[in-house]
């Protein structure tokens, strides 16, 4: 069983649910994971050497595809029809496997296109069964996937909805730092409620973070979002694991206050009393709610859903951001019905955008059958389309000039300790950095050093 996520801090957390719950080992693939599997056995083992050699036989065996079960990005099943070295082996992998996509919504066209291709050549060539999930799914899209896939949809019914209510949608006029949202964040925060507060980009992020730190008193709110390293964001994600985990009793838990990124949206499996929310995409804002109540144990819960700035601030498209909020705006103060959520998110598309969408997603898809699924020929890896597989992915890490002393030092003990103190960006922060003259690159470490302020409870600082 193979099974995907779009996220990497939310398969590092589903393969350790899938370890318990079907009591076998579990291969972790993504970008980090040899990261990852090393933080994971630090925790039971003395020394890192020790954690080294166990993180590194995880990864290996992983790539043999010796576990019965994995978990990682679609990324990882893409290699296969890229060509990149040992991809023999993935295919053979993926022969007779069980593929189940989670969150299948949360791809744009070109990507999504490539994934269908991709599934169905794994279909009907390999004999692979597919299960496409998501709580947001978009009729367009579900039709798409019927027809291109043959899949069945399974949905739940009318009665189980209606009793798994729990949110009630609230629209604030405004932006996250005028006065009175932050005035309403406080109050909330002084009546004894967990408050999340999410955000589209990291410089919001961090200009709201240090807008509420005056306001909250004694409780210090919490900022969590990409360009932290992962040393920081774990210790981070952990803390607010253990006041806001959704399994935690309702009477154990205390006032938090959380500023975030969408880094949360599907991350963790947490839950709020309440949200204040920048207006992005049905999909992306019902995945925030969903971080609310989570259980529903305390009925039906104010969702807050700011009115700005509605412009998709760079990182959505704002024709989806304004359409989602003019449908949510004609909701204002009712009960969020989820099992409208597929409906609502057609007419927040609009037709055009609909159809701009699907003709994008099966092109995608046409072609990407055409270069890398017509003709696959065995021991032929292809340097041209490894090329084209890297072009998928925007960023790089970097480490931050004043932890080069501390790497150094960790670096003598263990290379995967050493990296806990990396940031991912984007490459177009890494462009305006060395536009700056604040980049160079270190051979010795073999890292790109950036001479950036960062602050553990801050991150990195866009300005220097």
């Given amino acids: 069983m193979i099974y995907v996520l779009p996220y990497q801090a939310s398969i590092n957390a589903m393969r350790r649910r899938l370890k318990v719950s079907l009591e076998c080992d579990v291969a972790l693939l993504h970008g980090r994971a040899l990261q990852a599997l090393y933080l994971e056995a630090l925790k039971d083992l003395r020394t890192s050497k020790e954690a080294d050699l166990v993180a590194r036989r995880g990864r290996e065996m992983a790539r043999l595809h010796k576990p019965g079960v994995w978990v990682g990005t679609p990324y990882q099943l893409l290699r296969a029809a890229f060509r990149l070295p040992g991809y023999e082996t993935l295919w053979v992998a993926l022969s007779s496997s069980m593929i189940v996509v989670d969150e299948i919504h949360a791809y744009e066209p070109k990507r999504l296109g490539m994934f269908i291709a991709l599934l169905k050549h794994a279909q009907e060539r390999w004999g692979a069964q597919v299960c496409l999930m998501t709580a947001t799914m978009p009729v367009w899209l579900k039709e798409l996937l019927q027809s291109q896939l043959g899949v069945r949809e399974v949905s739940a019914s009318e009665e189980l909805y209606r009793t798994y209510a729990r949110h009630r949608i609230e629209i604030l006029d405004g932006t996250v730092t005028d006065p009175h949202v932050l005035q309403a964040i406080t109050d909330e925060l002084r009546a004894g409620k967990s408050v999340l507060v999410t955000v589209n980009t990291v410089k919001a992020a961090q200009e709201v973070w240090q807008a509420l730190k005056p306001t909250s008193g004694d409780m210090r709110p919490t900022l969590l979002h990409s360009r932290f390293t992962s040393r920081d964001r774990m210790h981070k994600e952990a803390q607010v694991i253990r006041t806001c985990d959704a399994s935690l009793p309702p009477n154990s838990r205390k006032p938090t206050l959380v500023v975030s990124t969408q880094v949360i949206e599907v991350s963790l499996d947490l839950d709020f009393d309440t949200i204040f929310t920048e207006p992005a995409p049905l999909e992306a804002l019902v995945q925030r709610f969903g971080r609310v109540n989570r259980r529903g144990s305390r009925g039906i819960v104010p969702v807050r859903l700011l009115t700005g700035p509605a412009d998709g601030q760079g990182v959505y498209d704002p024709r989806l951001v304004e359409g989602s909020l003019r449908v949510l705006q004609r909701a204002d103060g009712q009960v969020l019905d989820e099992q409208l959520v597929g409906r609502w998110l057609d007419e927040a ?116």
């Fill in 349 to 464: 598309y609009g037709e055009e955008m609909v159809n701009l969408c699907r003709q994008e997603t099966l092109q995608s898809a046409s072609e990407f059958e055409a270069a890398c699924l017509a003709d696959i020929p065995p021991f032929d890896s292809s340097p041209e389309l490894e090329r084209a597989f890297d072009q998928l992915f925007d960023g790089t890490e970097v480490l931050p000039k004043m932890l080069e002393g501390e790497y150094r030092d960790l670096a003598a003990e263990s290379v995967l300790r050493a990296a806990g103190l990396l940031v991912p960006v984007r490459d177009s922060l890494l462009r305006s950095a060395r536009r700056r003259g604040v980049i160079r690159y270190d051979k010795d470490l073999r890292q790109i050093i950036v001479d950036l302020p960062y602050d553990s409870e801050f991150g990195l600082y866009l300005v220097g």
